[in-house]
């Protein structure tokens, strides 16, 4: 996903949290898919991780993306565009922190393939970097909103760092 623009309009930040979103809202049937029998499935390509991973890989690359975006000139921003972007953060929030909760309830099935934790924290922290920029930069940009931000950010980081902590420590 490429934006290509002088100035950043709200509308274009509003749309890249809905592929954020839609990419969150496509994990949760896989994620609730997990099971004893299809973890190990892994091993050959298959199974509800390879698509796990490849869905937050794809929400790291439309986050690259809304991070360019956000560099750009993206002020004089009247409070209902404000609002709007605010809103789309919010969703994808939500979204997102109900796919992690999938996993962190699932990770117990994994406790006999202990291998598939690393490269799913991994991609977590790569994730948690991604949503720390977008977020520190709306915290910065939209200051009328930065308390609302910093709640939902704050949020968010929580359950990524408890998604990250118990897939990284499966490994143990």
Not at 37 to 56: C, D, K, M, R, V
Not at 128 to 149: G, H, P, Y
Request: proline fraction near 5%; avoid cysteine; glycine fraction near 6%.
């Amino acid at each position: 996903m490429k934006f290509v623009t002088a100035a950043t309009t709200p509308q274009q930040v509003v749309e890249g949290f809905r592929l954020l979103t839609q990419k969150a809202q496509a994990l949760v049937p896989v994620a609730e898919s997990i099971n004893i029998i299809n973890t190990p499935l892994i091993t050959i390509g298959q199974g509800p991780f390879p698509i796990i991973i490849s869905g937050f890989s794809d929400q790291i690359k439309i986050g690259d993306a809304l991070i360019e975006l956000l560099k750009d000139d993206f002020t004089g921003l009247t409070q209902a565009d404000e609002n709007l972007v605010f809103d789309a953060y919010e969703e994808f929030a939500r979204a997102e922190k109900s796919t992690l909760n999938i996993l962190i309830s699932k990770a117990d099935v994994l406790t006999n393939v202990p291998f598939i934790g690393p490269p799913v924290a991994a991609v977590l922290h790569s994730v948690e970097d991604v949503v720390n920029s977008i977020s520190t930069t709306l915290i910065q940009k939209i200051v009328s909103r930065a308390d609302d931000f910093q709640s939902e950010a704050n949020s968010l980081g929580n359950v990524l760092d408890s998604t990250i902590k118990k897939y990284g420590g499966l490994s143990q």
